[in-house]
C-alpha cells in the first residue's frame, strides 16, 4: 500500500512543525510549505527524513493561486498523489483593538487566513476527486468562538471562516470520498506570541484556562494526525476544539 502524501502548510514552526514530526511518526510522507525561513523548513524536513520519511521543503505564500498550484505540483511531482492536506498556514497581525488596526494587517489575516485556506482545500478537493478519497484538516482557533476582543477581534472573525468553510465543504465532498474537519487550538506555547509582540501572553493566560496550563504544539499536532487517520473514517464536517477547556 503506497504512504500517504500529506501537506502542511506553514509547516516550519510551531503546531506545523509538531504536525510534520508526528504525521512522518504515523507513517506519512510530508510536504513541508513554508513562506520566509527556510532554514527552519529544512530543519522540520530533517526532522521528517530522521523518522523515516520522505520529505519536501517548498516556499509558498499560500494567499497566491499560483503559489498553491505550484505546491500541489510540485508534490505530486516528487512524492506522488496528495492524499492529505493540513491547512496550517496563518497569521495573527499586532495585538491590539480593531478601532486601531491598520488596514494592511487586516487584509493580510484575511488573504492568508481565510483566502490561503480557500486556495488550498480548492485544490486538494480537484486532485482528491481525482483520486476517490483524501482528507483535509483545517487549523482554525478557540479564537473563532472566544471572539478574542482587545487583542484580534479580525483573527477571530477569519477563523470562524475557517469553521465556516470546514463544515460546508465536509458536506459537499463527502460524495467524493473526502473528509474535511478542523482542529480548534485554544492558549499553545509557541512562537507565535512573540511575533505578534507579547511573548509572555501564553503564560499569563494559564490561570484563565480550567486545565491551569497553557498547551504544547505536540498536542495539536496529536489530533491533527487522529483525524487524518483511518481512526477517524466517520468523522467529517467536525471542528475539534483542542483548548484545555478554555
Known amino acids: ?92 497581525g499586532p495585538l491590539g483593538r480593531l478601532a486601531d488596526a491598520d488596514p494592511a494587517d487586516l487584509r493580510r489575516v484575511v488573504e492568508v487566513n481565510v483566502l490561503g485556506a480557500l486556495l488550498c482545500a480548492r485544490r486538494a478537493a480537484r486532485s482528491m476527486a481525482a ?20 487583542e484580534f477581534v479580525h483573527y477571530a472573525a477569519s477563523k470562524a471562516a475557517v469553521d465556516a468553510l470546514t463544515t460546508g465543504l465536509a458536506k459537499e465532498l463527502g460524495p467524493d470520498g473526502i473528509r474535511v474537519n478542523a482542529v480548534a487550538p485554544g492558549m499553545i506555547d509557541t512562537e507565535m506570541h512573540a511575533a505578534m509582540g507579547d511573548p509572555g501572553r501564553a503564560q499569563r493566560a494559564a490561570a484563565s484556562i480550567p486545565l491551569r496550563r497553557v498547551g504544547a504544539a505536540e498536542e495539536i499536532a496529536a489530533a491533527i494526525a487522529w483525524l487524518l487517520s483511518p481512526d477517524a473514517s466517520y468523522t467529517t464536517g467536525a471542528v475539534l476544539r483542542v483548548s484545555g477547556g478554555r
Open 131 to 150: 483520486l476517490g478519497g483524501g482528507a483535509i484538516v483545517n487549523v482554525s482557533s478557540a479564537a473563532a468562538t472566544l471572539g478574542s476582543p482587545g
Open 1 to 92: 500500500m503506497a504512504r500517504p502524501v500529506t501537506i502542511v502548510t506553514g509547516g516550519s514552526r510551531g503546531i506545523g512543525a509538531a504536525t510534520c514530526a508526528r504525521l512522518a511518526a504515523d507513517g506519512h510522507d510530508v510536504v513541508v510549505g513554508y513562506v520566509r525561513d527556510e532554514e527552519a523548513a529544512e530543519r522540520t524536513a530533517a526532522a521528517v527524513r530522521e523518522a523515516g520519511a520522505r520529505a519536501l521543503a517548498v516556499r509558498v505564500d499560500t494567499s497566491e493561486e499560483g503559489a498553491v498550484e505550484r505546491l500541489f505540483d510540485l508534490a505530486a511531482d516528487r512524492l506522488g498523489p496528495v492524499t492529505g492536506l493540513v491547512n496550517n498556514a496563518g497569521v495573527t
